[in-house]
């Protein structure tokens, strides 16, 4: 990872998103990283935000953060359905852009912010947390002594008592619903356990105050591999994954968010059972610290956005399926 400390990226943060402020902790814990600016749509909550994280620059509207030629990197942090709208303008003005999950309302809008990040030669990521913790290269070294992969079950819950109905996630408009909330980090570590594309969906999903409220699905993958996943506003929280193969199963209790900074586990069941943990570990830190080492070294990293079209892309069938009650091909 390349962590240039003396030429740290300069960030600004595209409003003052709930989300934002522990970007903000990883920025300022980064070591090639700086935070100069945050907008908002009001100065008022820029000002207020800024004073609070201590942050040099604010600016009352979200062009203007983007004017600042002083500005490397954006972190957008909107609601997914102003998400392609933003990068496309950051990205338009030479920012390269790591955009929350999902990455977009849908993956037509995701192709169009791809093209516009490879036409302005800007870095384009989504920010998908938990693919950058060091847990994550471990589990990826262990899948491979599980024989052959089998199946993959995520899910990813929480639970409101009362929907509310002022939060973005309840909002069709904005682009809300648990698949592209939840189901997107499911979505993600399925393609992460088998590494392709699946060749066809299933789903089923209740809706409610006009967003899916919960969701299912099934994904078929070339050779005998299956995986399923839930995710919903109704249960619970759950964070889990099993990736199970025909000699061993891996399971990781807690992949969104690991319980603890200091240390995360996962098992590998089988014979016997055993539990792996790292060291200290802040996922968002690394995320920060790997976003910036690609703009310092300049050498683009497509790839990152490629994963992130495809989740779209299995997402779309995913919501698809659910709304016509058939199987889609992918
Ligand atoms: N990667 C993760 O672990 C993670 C965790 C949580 C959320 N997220 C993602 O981050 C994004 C933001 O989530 P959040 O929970 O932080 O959202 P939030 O607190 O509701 O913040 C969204 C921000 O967007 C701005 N905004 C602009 N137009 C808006 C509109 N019409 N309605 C509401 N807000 C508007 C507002 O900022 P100003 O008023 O300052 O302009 C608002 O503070 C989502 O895409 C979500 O999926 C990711």
Redesign the pocket.
Known sequence: MNTDTNNPVRWGIL??????SKIARAINLAHNAELVAIA???EE?ANAWAKKQNVPIAYGTYDDLLSDASLDAIYI????S?HAEWTIKAAENGKHVLC???LSADSDEATIMINACQQNGVQLMD???WVHHDRTEMMKKEIKNLGELRRVTAAFTFNWNTIPTDN?RAKPE?GGGSLG?LGYYCVRAILWAYEEMPTKVFATARYKVGVDFNFAGILWFENDRIATFDCGFDTGLRKWFEVAGTKASLVCDDFTVPTSEESARFWIHGPGNVKHETGTCIQEVNMIERFSGIVQSNKLEPEWAEVAVNTMRVCDALRESAQQGRVVKL
């Open positions: 409003s003052t998103a709930s989300i934002a908002s749509r009001t909550r942090p909107l609601p997914p102003m929350e999950k999902p920010g998908v947390m973005i904005l909330d």
